[in-house]
């Protein structure tokens, strides 16, 4: 036993030299200064925190890639990328960033009305919010970018019905229970109804996730032997669908709507894959705008750019065919 | 375990003197996990009777669904904290005492009632709140969560004064209570002596069947107090999001803490100092800047340390 003690002692005492030796990340260093335009009136370097979900589904993880690489263009900012399971984590994170004197914050909210007081009091406090996607309650943030959610369920929707000519049998999968998949399924419930043509022999939720939008599916195929098309709502729900429909041989004649735009996905309806003549973006990149606009708040003087900067931004989505797939085709990006 | 959490606080407070030793970080480092540490109190009871919840995060879901479901019906009336606060503490003791009795009675293994119970109270709470969040309607319930005892003398970087959280008093308290109740009452001692040898217990004559009922009791009650802090915090119940691994840093907090998970014998100062571990953990990631993907294996790397020093510190018996 006392080998073991000695080379645990060993490791933690390791440890501790490498952590309190370390040169990334130390306070110290901001005050060095690098003499740049980035640099605050009291010569210290700009602190940005970024706090989003943890990346539960691809599109999560797709935001946590571009947060990487907006902030890597940013090299004077002291970025500090925080990620949280769920609000209360998030609060605390929050909180721990204030307590690092951030100049700003980009809040990708893990859900709406949990994070708006704290991002009340952090505003109190003098920082920066730039709230991407998921909103606040109220309006908290200096700037809020988001997409736009109701176009998604309805450009969606409308491309479904146009190419099935008005008549057919459909699945609709749900996500996550949030503002954003309420948005969506609205809007395209309304563009169904207007339709009566259009048949919705089931709808259920598969979570924005690939395994729990296969488990659904197969249970749906088993009680309909006629679906034209599926309104996945998303592309890992999509990946999930298409499992479901080869294990079952269904895979001809029936075609699949995902959304958000994961790479894979993109280069399928490039290649022209009968399965998926289209998509829709829902850019994980939003969050890189979010980053983006506070490096250039920040560094070119926080009253004066706030004059003009919008409070609000609206990012539209679009619908991806064959024809423009390149456009939207990042192949070095994880999602 | 306390030589860990001493060792990482001074690190901590050599390396980051400027942000991590201000008064409103070392109020974020008592409060930050104090609904867990609310929770871990009376996991530590339960683990102490040999048993195991895994229930209690979905369980923080539903009794924030009672708590905040009863805020917005009490509204009118002058009394909606308290009111709020009891239906929280009943929702969860009842569903404490279900797993109990079910438990006891129904021998059924703690591990597959209580996995039930993840799965059952999550939904119920999903039915409750339709799948997504119930919003509070009543501003001061909110502002109760940001409430508490201004500590004097201390000031935050705004220059407010730094307020120590009620749900931190509460944490503070139950573990005082929990303590007590432990270590000096006859219950305390029937806890123990059903997890240390539950055949002696009984042949003893104590009845160790509702010792144990008494004990998923407690806990229940214990999470439907957390669920009523943390809904008020967010003044609001995500019931899909809620409360989720809560069951898990509980656990974590009590063996951290060096209470056997064989039951019998248990510390509840211990576990005070496994939840604050893990907070600090949480907070010196976010101060060394560890990328999130990895912050998993390097919690779960010191937790493994915490608990093999303290196996290793100690003579065998």
Known sequence: ?335 | MLVAFVLLFLMAAIRFPDSFLHADNLRNLLSQNAYVGIIAIGMTFVIISGGIDLSVGSLVALCGAVTVLTVNKAAESGMVLMVALAAALAAGAVAGFANGAVIAFGRVAPFVVTLAGLAGFRSIALVLGQGGEIRSTVRSFGDFGYDGLPIPGLTNIGGKPVILYWSTLAFLLVALLGGFLLNKTRYGRYVIAVGANEKAARYSGIDTRWVKVWTYTLLGGLVGLAAFFNSARMNSVGTGSVGLYYELDAIAAVVIGGTSLAGGKGRIWGTVVGVLLLTLIGMLLNLWRVDPNWQGAVRGAVILIAVLLQRTTKPEN
Not at chain 1, 1 to 22: D, E, F, H, K, P
Not at chain 1, 32 to 37: A, D, H, I
Not at chain 1, 158 to 175: F, T
């Open chain 1, 1 to 335: 036993m006392s080998i073991l003690r000695a080379a645990l002692w060993a490791t933690l005492a390791t440890l501790a030299v490498a952590m309190v030796g370390c040169q990334g990340g130390s306070e110290s260093s901001g005050t060095s200064g690098t003499g740049g335009r980035t640099v605050a009136k009291d010569g210290k370097r700009f602190k940005v925190g970024v706090s989003i979900p943890a990346a539960d589904h691809g599109w999560t993880a797709g935001v946590k890639w571009w947060a990487d690489q907006a902030t890597k263009l940013h090299p004077d900012i002291d970025w500090i990328i925080e990620d949280a399971k769920e609000p209360g984590e998030q609060i605390s994170d929050l909180e721990n960033l204030q307590s690092q004197r951030v100049d700003a914050l980009v809040i990708l909210a893990t859900e709406s009305e949990p994070i708006t007081p704290i991002a009340e009091k952090l505003k109190e406090a003098g920082i920066l919010i730039i709230s991407v996607d998921r909103g606040f309650t109220k309006p908290v943030a200096d700037v809020f970018i988001e997409g736009d959610n109701k176009a998604f369920g309805r450009k969606s929707a409308q491309y479904i019905v146009e190419k099935l000519g008005g008549q057919g049998k459909i699945v609709v999968l749900e996500g996550i229970p949030s503002t954003v998949n309420t948005d969506r399924v609205n809007a395209a419930m309304e563009v169904f109804k207007a339709n009566p043509g259009i048949q919705i022999v089931a709808k259920d939720t598969g979570m924005w996730n690939r395994e729990k939008a296969e488990k659904v599916m197969q249970n749906i195929l088993v009680s309909h032997p006629q679906i034209d098309a599926i309104w996945a709502s998303d592309d890992d729900m999509a990946l999930g669908v298409e499992n479901a429909l080869r294990a079952a041989g269904r895979d001809k004649n029936i075609w699949i709507l995902g959304g958000a735009g994961m790479k894979d996905i993109v280069k399928r309806v490039m290649d022209g894959d009968p399965l998926y003549p289209a998509d829709i973006t829902y850019p994980p990149s939003m969050i890189a705008v979010g980053v983006q606009m506070a490096a250039s708040i920040l560094e070119s003087g926080r009253e004066k750019a706030l004059q003009f900067m919008p409070r609000h931004l609206m990012i539209d989505v679009e619908l991806i065919t064959p024809e423009n797939a390149k456009d939207y085709y990042f192949p070095d990006s994880v999602y």
